[in-house]
């Protein structure tokens, strides 16, 4: 299996304007996360599906941020409108169920930058 | 959610066992222990995962006390490819979505 893969893998763009990033989770696995990471904050858990369903998105710090999985393999996150205090690595991660002894497995990451 | 509270840096050389104690004081019955690397620009990686007393695998070893409110992370030999941030999660059996990542701890080993 490839693992997860998220693209773009870079994302350089201007205020206000829409960002959409992409994730295709691990064949098989049927949760799916959402994590952001600054250098200020750490890595927060922005949402998370089980089943296609999102489950908790109490991490989605705006409006501005949504999320969907309308299918088993496909997930995007976006923003609309960006701020620069977006500028993050945006990871998703995938694992077998939700209990926390499964395994989640990261994507290499999207590195977005807001001018 | 349990709090975990790590070390902020730890520097070691090659070839030293490394520990990394994480404290957890309001773990709950439910609460697994997980510990996870991460290279940079790279996304973190399961290293081992724990619920009490002593868990080993071909990577690390974990050690959990009695009354769970710590753990320790024990790293073998490491080596120059060991550089990396080690965090601690604490999170129900039941909803991985309930664990949450802390600071970690930046791990540096020296020639």
């Known amino acids: 299996d490839a693992g997860v893969i998220q693209s773009p893998r870079h994302e350089v763009t201007e205020m206000g304007q829409e960002v959409t990033l992409r994730c295709k989770p691990i064949s098989g696995h049927n949760s799916l996360f959402w994590y952001r990471q600054t250098m200020m904050r750490g890595l927060e858990l922005l949402i998370y599906f089980n089943n296609n369903v999102p489950i908790d998105d109490s991490g989605m710090p705006e409006d501005r941020f949504s999320a969907k999985m309308p299918n088993a393999s496909f997930s995007t996150l976006k923003i609309q409108p960006s701020e620069p205090r977006d500028s993050a690595v945006y990871f998703c991660a995938s694992t077998l169920g939700l209990a926390v002894y499964n395994e989640q497995f990261f994507g290499p990451g999207t590195r977005l930058t807001v001018l | ?111």
């Not at chain 2, 520097?11 to 066992?17: I, K, P, T, V």
């Not at chain 2, 002593?54 to 753990?71: G, M, Y």
């Open chain 2, 1 to 111: 959610l349990a709090k975990t509270t790590q070390p902020i840096s730890m520097d070691s050389y090659e070839g030293q066992e490394v520990n990394i104690t994480c404290s957890h004081n309001n773990i709950a019955t439910n609460d697994y222990i997980t510990w996870y690397q991460q290279f940079p620009s790279q996304g973190p990686r399961f290293i081992i995962q724990g619920y009490k007393t002593k868990v080993t695998n071909e990577v690390a070893s974990l050690f959990i006390p009695a009354d769970r409110k710590s753990s320790t992370l024990s790293l073998p030999r490491v080596s120059l490819s060991d550089t990396a941030v080690y965090y601690c999660l604490v999170g129900e059996d039941t909803n991985a979505g309930k664990s949450t990542f802390g600071d970690g701890t930046t791990l540096t080993v020296k020639p």
